[in-house]
């Protein structure tokens, strides 16, 4: 008699301990899962796009603080306020608007853009506008997100909970005030770039500016024209003014770089010629990817640019040597951010500008005492001082254990791909720790970032995941991997930047991707599913590819009848959909290797 014993068919494949059922589900069937998002800007607004595009049966909702889309183009109004690189690269790469009404978009066109995308490609069914997440918790035992939610309209506060939390906040979201002795006894009107008061008459005032940064850089020329003020600017820190961004693309395109507002005849041609206006698009995106090589230290197009810029910034000072004498830097551009500022440097020349480069030393109610012992009186102080990217968000995220991620990022923030960090499980972000870029479309990195998450989001979903954490190791390398890499860039120059952390001063790039935009493109392509730790929906021990369901595909099975929205669609899918034009890669005859396609962009997983 054979000692064999034959194996339980129906115990798990693994050790036994769990009874193994087949799902009774077809194997891309969508189970119900909760999907929070924190912020409705750029970020927000494309995953309330791309998630009700892509997945289904997703109770998706999208929690914004303030009263209108548009995330911190609608918090800054401040006067002068704009984007810095051209309007063309700042906007979805779907969704081409050809009225802009200048190369360098004032905030207000940019925020209703994002209303009109939101509103046009159906996200704004998901928003909740002033509705402000008060903290997040990890419940280990649902493997649930707990919100504590409070609507900023009427105080009302409830709880939410969700299988995926998002971040989809910027990084430019937490004002910075300046630690400054004295502030809040100042007698006057006090204001932060990103609260502005529109109501503030400023004629005839004594305006004092601190900082001169992008956002001080743009309010400066605005309120040097304004009737009867006098103007102090408190400047301690060295920067680059370089001619305006794609410039050289300009010219390319017949366009005078001294002209940035776009004539009715060139309105008239991005409107009624879709080609012209794709190509102008094309070459604003090949001239932003191909000046990667300027990140780097001592590069050619490093110490072109420093000689370039330097001299301009001594012409466009001519009248007031000294300022241009105490800006100009010795670090490399893009050490701190650089920004073309139409009309800074010659605002800066004007007789109703005061430049101060001594130190603060308090604010008194009547003005401003410097460490020199100079009194400077002034009616309004403007702090243009930027925002908190080196910090947590404001309001408590809680995840596995009770570690909250104030205390995860520190010493300094970070981010597995500037988009997962440990133990946190399903939380992702958009625009986290290393995500901004030195040179190319930040745009086209949100989105990269953007679909990831979804492809993350599906993943738990179809194969009944119910968490996907990082692994700490590959947090760990990534950490030692942008330190390395940013060694032989100009970032890490001596200069005060908020790439940098602990404030600015600090050690580690916490601001920037480490590569250049089309490396991140590349990086975020395809995620790689064995940096992550995973927990089944059907608990530990259970049958792994219990998710392959019951044999069926959701393609052809049968619409049921009382599921039918009037269609007529028999099916839930196309039972051949695989010959379909759209889903159909038809090779070259002969040399299949000349395809056009991976000629732009090599193949990938």
């Known amino acids: 008699m054979s000692n064999h014993q034959e194996e339980n068919p129906s115990s798990n494949s693994t050790n036994g301990s769990v009874p193994f059922e087949i799902k009774d589900a077809p194997i891309d069937g969508h189970r119900r899962i909760k999907v929070r998002v924190i912020g409705a800007g750029y970020c927000g607004i494309y995953l309330g796009i791309r998630i009700p595009q892509r997945l289904r049966n997703v109770d998706l909702q999208i ?40 190369f360098y978009a004032p905030g207000s066109e940019i925020c209703a853009y994002l209303r009109d995308a939101a509103e046009r490609f159906g996200a ?25 939610i409070r609507r900023t309209d009427t105080g009302e506060a409830f709880r939410d909970d969700a299988d995926v939390l998002i971040a989809a906040r910027g990084a430019l979201s937490n004002p910075s005030w300046p ?17 502005w008061k529109d109501d503030y008459d400023f004629r005839n005032k004594r305006i004092g500016v601190i900082g001169n940064g992008s956002s001080a850089i743009q309010i400066v020329p605005s309120l040097q024209k304004v009737e009867g003020t006098q103007l102090s600017c408190f400047v301690r820190s060295k920067t680059w003014i370089t001619n305006p961004f794609g410039d050289v693309v300009m010219k390319k395109l017949g366009l005078d770089p001294k002209i940035l507002d776009f004539s ?19 070459e604003i995106e090949v001239d932003g990817n191909i000046i990667h090589e300027v990140t780097l230290r001592d590069s050619n ?15 466009r000072l001519l009248s007031k040597p000294e300022i ?45 005492q410097l460490a020199s012992g100079r009194d400077v009186s002034v009616d309004v102080l403007v702090c243009a001082t930027g925002f908190q990217t080196s910090k947590a968000p404001p309001f408590p995220i809680i995840g596995r254990g009770g570690l909250t991620l104030a205390e995860r990022y520190t010493p300094f923030p970070e981010a597995y791909l500037s988009v997962v960090v440990d133990p946190f499980p399903n939380y992702f972000m958009m625009l986290g720790p290393n995500s901004a870029i030195g040179a190319g479309s930040l745009n086209s990195i949100m989105e990269s970032q953007g679909d990831y998450i979804v492809k993350c989001v599906r993943k738990l979903q179809k194969e009944d995941y119910a968490t996907m954490t990082v692994k700490r190791e590959r947090v760990q390398d990534w950490r030692e991997f942008c330190h390395e890499y940013f060694k032989k860039t100009v970032y890490t120059d001596k200069c005060n930047s908020w790439y940098k952390s602990d404030g600015g001063r600090g050690d580690r790039i916490i601001g920037l991707w480490p590569g250049s935009c089309l490396h991140a493109i590349e990086a975020l392509r395809a995620p790689r599913w064995e940096d992550f730790e995973w927990e089944s929906r059907d608990g530990a021990g259970s049958n792994m590819l219990r998710w392959l369901g019951n044999g069926w595909s959701v393609t052809h099975c049968k619409v049921e009848e009382d599921a039918q929205d009037g269609g007529g669609q028999e099916y839930q899918g ?10 159909l890669n038809v090779p070259l005859e002969h040399r299949p290797e000349d395809d056009k396609e991976f000629k732009m962009r090599p193949f990938s997983h």
């Open 124 to 148: 704004t069914r998901f928003i909740k506008l002033s509705h402000e997440v008060v903290s997040c918790t990890w419940d280990n035992e649902a493997k649930k997100w707990i919100l504590e």
């Open 574 to 583: 196309d039972p051949a959909w695989y010959l379909e034009p759209r889903f």
């Open 324 to 368: 241009a004498q105490f800006l100009i830097p010795s670090f490399g551009i893009g050490c701190r951010r650089p920004t073309p500022g139409p009309g800074y440097l010659e605002a800066l020349g004007e007789s109703n500008v005061d430049f101060i480069t001594d130190g603060i030393e308090k604010v008194t109610p009547s003005g401003v």
């Open 63 to 102: 929690y914004e603080k303030n009263a209108g889309v548009g995330g911190t183009w609608w918090v800054n109004r401040y006067p002068g306020v704009a984007c810095d690189i051209p309007a063309h690269a700042y906007q979805y790469t779907f969704h081409s608007k050809p009225d802009w009404s200048t």
């Open 264 to 282: 009715p005849e060139q309105l008239t041609r991005f409107s009624t010629d879709p080609e012209w206006l794709f190509n102008f698009r094309k």
């Open 179 to 195: 630690d400054i002795p004295g502030l809040k006894d100042f007698a006057g009107e006090v204001m932060h770039s990103a609260m």
């Open 301 to 315: 197009m490093q110490r072109g640019g420093m000689t370039l810029f330097r001299d301009s910034m001594q012409q």
